[in-house]
């Protein structure tokens, strides 16, 4: 029982660190068309993510294959259920993930610019979705014993849909507060503008999420039951408080750890409401998959324990060296002297 | 056609895709490491040059190599459902260790690699770049592992009561023969491109003779590499045609079109299988014992034949059978090359005829890889793992149509980007090194280019 719980929370502190850690970048591409007014400010935009991107992304690989690992089921049931919907996340961030290695190889701008849309539509799809996929496993799915009977279209319920919304302003305010920390000039202030004025929206969005998630699903069950996790949806509305705060001081790195709080904060205040559920059902209650009806083998899971223990504190030193080492403001003399994409 | 058609197109398209560009990475990479390591220690400044050259080429790949793989991590979920509830436990934790363990590396540093030419010292980036290599490597070596199981499942037992295959001797997993023998061919095949990549590019400009000592060099280099590990791959791929024969009779019995059990199998040098009659339709010229011999270091040694398992149990015969024997021939075809080039090493621009036969060379690596898991997979059907569970068993229970979807998705993508791909290494070798930009130091600044 302590093993799969472990894992179910191990499971979630994954997707966080993705959330928290790509979420910038992804945020970076959504702005890519609203910021990026010429080919040197788009440039700018995207080396900021340049050197750190693709770590990042190496942090939903390990979501996707610890799931796998140490609840197979959940692995096998969720992926092919929500089939269309993972595609479309892979297919965005394949056209991505080779946007930003190809974008800068020719000089032609229509080239350039075709890069561009590859980059907004393969930011934007993964953080929509994601955040549709995740409200909609916070809601239950339509399956019983006999199988999956949802289809595209019930994902986009108005749940779901605020959800992505949700994910989506996340990404967007955690990306402009990324550029205003990382650029200088024009393009920092016209991010801080961005971050300020969208934090609006995103406070309204979470307001009503919160509130929906009350009518819509059960995740505050354990709430109720237990008071003291109240703290970790208080933590992160304080951060959410905090990063207009730092905004409006003009400390724009404080407002990023705010930020990335935020993040870390609404994931775990999903993953602590659906405990022990991995993927519930909305349909028949009792063929939820759950941490310990889905999960591996104590051996397996111990096992995997090891391998975390033992790899993810070295893959935290290591990204953090690398964050430091890339820690510089990125400007137009950077793109002259430095080695960029 | 049904899902499990279907899925089976689709993960054969996408894993095909992603091996055209992953060999590359698994050797350029150490190959680049190397050059990086001669500057950091000599101070010549062509093998930085010749890193960043090569780099270029090696970084196309990658990203494509990064990309395409990280929808296979998924596509076992999404295709391939009852194959993960029911092996998961096993299976899954090699690819989740995989992720942790090596992966994470090789992406984390391949970014201080591209970005970090003036902001760490030779030494310290080419300690980078030998991490990204062996992280490389060693992702590799997580995945054949686990491929190694499909094909000969070791260390679980199955649970009647949970329904699925359960871990328990992961260190059986791990150290079994079938995975230490998939590694070593895959890797060596792998680096075989990697030098024959190298040398083909070297030679297409040492036969307009631009860039000569640039080229001499790289060229070199990957010689000794290619020549090491061609000799290596043929010696190894004979001992692991022999652990394929005891391990699993009927791919055996397929990469030979071997129909009937018996003593002293020969292996015919031409044949041809008929399927529906269980024979061949053709078979001439036999070398008597020669299977026996090869598979078993007897020959006498009985050697199973197709007609001996039923209908169902019997893996597509033709297509194994020609792919296997592509494989080879390719695999003593890239012997003799090196050993030639390896013979002219010091007079490589008088033999032209050398050059050119190692430019148009370029492509067989690749074909070789490709027949070589034709072999491995088609050869393991009708079973998704070997002797435990069949490929019909597998997919996932979804509609048919989203999966057609996908596949023509995929083969959009995965046309275009391979388009992409291969016209931006066309014009990288091309441009040849000196588009790159000058290092640190050994320019005036301003001087490295905006791209």
Same mark, same amino acid.
């Given at each position: @029982?302590?093993?799969?719980?472990?894992?179910?929370?191990?499971?979630?502190?994954?997707?966080?660190?993705?959330?928290?850690?790509?979420?910038?970048?992804?945020?970076?591409?959504?702005?890519?068309?609203?910021?990026?007014?010429?080919?040197?400010?788009?440039?700018? @935009?995207?080396?900021?993510?340049?050197?750190?991107?693709?770590?990042?992304?190496?942090?939903?690989?390990?979501?996707? &294959?610890? =799931?796998?690992?140490?609840?197979?089921?959940?692995?096998?049931?969720? *992926?092919?259920?929500?089939?269309?919907?993972?595609?479309?996340?892979?297919?965005?961030?394949?056209?991505?993930?080779?946007?930003? %290695?190809?974008?800068?190889?020719?000089? %032609?701008? &229509?080239?350039?610019?075709?890069?561009?849309?590859?980059?907004?539509?393969?930011?934007?799809?993964?953080?929509?979705?994601?955040?549709?996929?995740?409200?909609?496993?916070?809601?239950?799915?339509? *399956?019983?014993?006999?199988?999956?009977?949802?289809?595209?279209?019930?994902?986009?319920?108005?749940?779901?849909?605020?959800? &992505?919304?949700?994910?989506?302003?996340?990404?967007?305010?955690?990306?402009?507060?990324?550029?205003?920390?990382?650029?200088?000039?024009?393009?920092?202030?016209?991010?801080?503008?961005?971050?300020?004025?969208?934090?609006?929206?995103?406070?309204?969005?979470?307001?009503?999420?919160?509130?929906? =998630?009350?009518?819509? =699903?059960?995740?505050?069950?354990?709430?109720?039951?237990?008071?003291?996790?109240?703290?970790?949806?208080?933590?992160?509305?304080?951060?959410?408080?905090?990063?207009?705060?730092?905004?409006?001081?003009?400390?724009?790195?404080?407002?990023?750890?705010?930020?990335?709080?935020?993040?870390?904060?609404?994931?775990?205040?999903?993953?602590?409401?659906?405990?022990?559920?991995?993927?519930?059902?909305?349909?028949?209650?009792?063929?939820?998959?759950?941490?310990?009806?889905?999960?591996? =083998?104590?051996?397996?899971?111990?096992?995997?324990?090891?391998?975390?223990?033992? *790899?993810?504190?070295?893959?935290?030193?290591?990204?953090?060296?690398?964050?430091?080492?890339?820690?510089?403001?990125?400007?137009?003399?950077?793109?002259?002297? %430095?080695?960029?994409? | 056609?049904?899902?499990?058609?279907?899925? #089976?197109?689709?993960?054969?398209?996408?894993?095909?895709?992603?091996?055209? $560009?992953?060999?590359?990475?698994?050797?350029?990479?150490?190959?680049?490491?190397?050059?990086?390591?001669?500057?950091?220690?000599?101070?010549?400044?062509?093998?930085?040059?010749?890193?960043?050259?090569?780099?270029?080429?090696?970084?196309?790949?990658?990203?494509?190599?990064?990309?395409?793989?990280?929808? !296979?991590?998924?596509?076992?979920?999404?295709?391939?459902?009852?194959?993960?509830?029911?092996?998961?436990?096993?299976?899954?934790?090699?690819?989740?260790?995989?992720?942790?363990?090596?992966?994470?590396?090789?992406?984390?540093?391949?970014?201080?690699?591209?970005?970090?030419?003036?902001?760490?010292?030779?030494?310290?980036?080419?300690?980078?770049?030998?991490?990204?290599?062996?992280?490389?490597?060693?992702?590799?070596?997580?995945?054949?592992?686990?491929?190694?199981?499909?094909?000969?499942?070791?260390?679980?037992?199955?649970?009647?009561?949970?329904?699925?295959?359960?871990?328990?001797?992961?260190?059986?997993?791990?150290?079994? #023969?079938?995975?230490?023998?998939? /590694?070593?061919?895959?890797?060596?095949?792998?680096?075989?491109?990697?030098?024959?990549?190298?040398?083909?590019?070297?030679?297409?400009?040492?036969?307009?003779?631009?860039?000569?000592?640039? $080229?001499?060099?790289?060229?070199?280099?990957?010689?000794?590499?290619? !020549?090491?590990?061609?000799?290596?791959?043929?010696?190894?791929?004979?001992?692991?045609?022999?652990?394929?024969?005891?391990?699993?009779?009927?791919?055996?019995?397929?990469?030979?079109?071997?129909?009937?059990?018996?003593?002293?199998?020969?292996?015919?040098?031409?044949? /041809?299988?008929?399927?529906?009659?269980?024979?061949?339709?053709?078979?001439?010229?036999? !070398?008597? +014992?020669?299977?026996?011999?090869?598979?078993?270091?007897?020959?006498?040694?009985?050697?199973?034949?197709?007609?001996?398992?039923? #209908?169902?149990?019997?893996?597509?015969?033709?297509?194994?059978?020609?792919?296997?024997?592509?494989?080879?021939?390719?695999?003593?075809?890239?012997?003799?090359?090196?050993?030639?080039?390896?013979?002219?090493?010091?007079?490589?621009?008088?033999?032209?005829?050398?050059?050119?036969?190692?430019?148009?060379?370029?492509?067989?690596?690749?074909?070789?890889?490709?027949?070589?898991?034709?072999?491995?997979?088609?050869?393991?059907?009708?079973?998704?793992?070997?002797?435990?569970?069949?490929?019909?068993?597998?997919?996932?229970?979804?509609?048919? +149509?989203?999966?057609?979807?996908?596949?023509?998705?995929? /083969?959009?993508?995965?046309?275009?980007?391979?388009?992409?791909? $291969? +016209?931006?290494?066309?014009?990288?070798?091309?441009?040849?090194?000196?588009?790159?930009?000058?290092?640190?130091?050994?320019?005036?600044?301003?001087?490295?280019?905006? #791209?």
């Amino acid at each position: @029982m302590l093993l799969e719980s472990v894992w179910f929370f191990l499971w979630g502190l994954l997707w966080a660190v993705y959330f928290m850690t790509a979420g910038f970048d992804l945020g970076v591409g959504i702005l890519l068309p609203f910021l990026g007014r010429d080919d040197t400010r788009r440039r700018l @935009m995207l080396n900021t993510a340049g050197p750190l991107w693709d770590g990042n992304e190496v942090w939903l690989l390990t979501a996707g &294959g610890v =799931t796998f690992a140490a609840f197979p089921r959940v692995y096998a049931f969720m *992926f092919s259920s929500l089939y269309a919907p993972l595609m479309l996340v892979l297919f965005g961030l394949i056209i991505r993930g080779v946007a930003f %290695e190809f974008r800068g190889k020719l000089p %032609e701008l &229509g080239w350039q610019r075709l890069w561009d849309v590859c980059m907004f539509v393969g930011s934007l799809l993964p953080a929509l979705l994601l955040g549709v996929a995740f409200a909609n496993i916070f809601r239950g799915l339509p *399956f019983d014993g006999q199988g999956y009977h949802g289809t595209v279209a019930s994902l986009l319920n108005p749940y779901g849909l605020a959800g &992505g919304v949700l994910f989506v302003l996340l990404f967007v305010v955690h990306g402009a507060i990324w550029l205003s920390a990382k650029c200088d000039g024009e393009l920092q202030r016209q991010a801080a503008v961005v971050a300020g004025r969208v934090w609006w929206v995103l406070l309204a969005v979470a307001v009503v999420f919160l509130a929906a =998630t009350w009518i819509d =699903t059960g995740l505050y069950g354990n709430y109720l039951a237990h008071p003291v996790l109240w703290l970790v949806p208080l933590v992160a509305v304080g951060a959410l408080l905090g990063v207009k705060r730092c905004l409006l001081g003009g400390r724009y790195w404080l407002a990023w750890a705010s930020s990335a709080l935020t993040i870390v904060g609404v994931t775990f205040f999903g993953v602590i409401g659906l405990f022990p559920n991995l993927f519930p059902s909305r349909q028949a209650p009792d063929t939820s998959l759950t941490a310990f009806n889905a999960a591996s =083998t104590p051996r397996t899971l111990t096992l995997m324990l090891v391998v975390v223990v033992l *790899f993810v504190p070295l893959v935290i030193a290591y990204q953090a060296w690398a964050y430091r080492l890339f820690r510089h403001k990125v400007t137009a003399a950077t793109l002259d002297h %430095e080695d960029v994409y | 056609m049904d899902v499990v058609w279907l899925s #089976r197109l689709q993960f054969a398209a996408a894993t095909y895709f992603h091996f055209l $560009f992953v060999p590359l990475t698994l050797g350029l990479s150490l190959l680049i490491a190397v050059m990086e390591t001669r500057f950091a220690r000599g101070g010549d400044p062509m093998w930085q040059r010749m890193a960043r050259f090569w780099g270029q080429l090696f970084l196309i790949n990658f990203a494509v190599g990064i990309v395409t793989g990280i929808t !296979l991590e998924f596509q076992f979920g999404t295709n391939w459902s009852r194959y993960s509830a029911y092996v998961g436990d096993i299976f899954g934790s090699l690819l989740a260790i995989e992720a942790t363990a090596a992966f994470f590396l090789e992406s984390t540093f391949i970014g201080v690699w591209i970005f970090g030419w003036k902001k760490l010292s030779p030494k310290a980036h080419a300690v980078v770049m030998w991490l990204v290599a062996i992280a490389s490597n060693l992702s590799a070596v997580w995945i054949l592992t686990a491929n190694a199981w499909m094909q000969h499942p070791v260390g679980y037992t199955i649970s009647q009561a949970a329904g699925r295959a359960e871990l328990t001797d992961f260190l059986a997993v791990v150290t079994q #023969r079938a995975a230490l023998m998939k /590694i070593a061919h895959t890797l060596s095949g792998a680096y075989v491109l990697a030098a024959f990549f190298v040398m083909g590019i070297s030679a297409y400009h040492l036969l307009r003779r631009q860039h000569q000592e640039f $080229f001499r060099r790289s060229f070199r280099l990957a010689l000794g590499f290619g !020549l090491v590990f061609s000799v290596v791959e043929l010696i190894q791929g004979h001992m692991h045609a022999a652990d394929v024969a005891e391990m699993q009779p009927t791919k055996l019995a397929a990469m030979e079109s071997h129909w009937e059990t018996g003593p002293q199998a020969p292996i015919y040098l031409l044949s /041809i299988p008929d399927e529906e009659a269980g024979r061949n339709a053709v078979a001439i010229l036999p !070398l008597p +014992g020669a299977l026996s011999l090869l598979a078993f270091h007897d020959p006498s040694a009985v050697v199973q034949g197709l007609a001996d398992f039923p #209908r169902e149990d019997r893996p597509p015969v033709l297509i194994t059978y020609i792919a296997f024997r592509v494989m080879v021939a390719l695999g003593a075809y890239f012997v003799a090359v090196a050993l030639l080039g390896w013979l002219r090493r010091n007079r490589l621009e008088e033999s032209p005829w050398i050059l050119k036969l190692v430019l148009f060379s370029i492509p067989l690596p690749y074909l070789a890889i490709a027949m070589g898991w034709t072999v491995a997979e088609v050869g393991r059907q009708p079973w998704i793992v070997y002797g435990l569970m069949r490929t019909r068993d597998a997919a996932s229970p979804i509609a048919a +149509g989203q999966v057609l979807a996908t596949l023509i998705g995929f /083969i959009v993508v995965y046309g275009l980007l391979g388009m992409v791909a $291969f +016209g931006l290494m066309v014009r990288t070798v091309r441009k040849g090194p000196d588009a790159v930009p000058a290092a640190a130091g050994s320019q005036p600044t301003g001087a490295a280019g905006v #791209r």
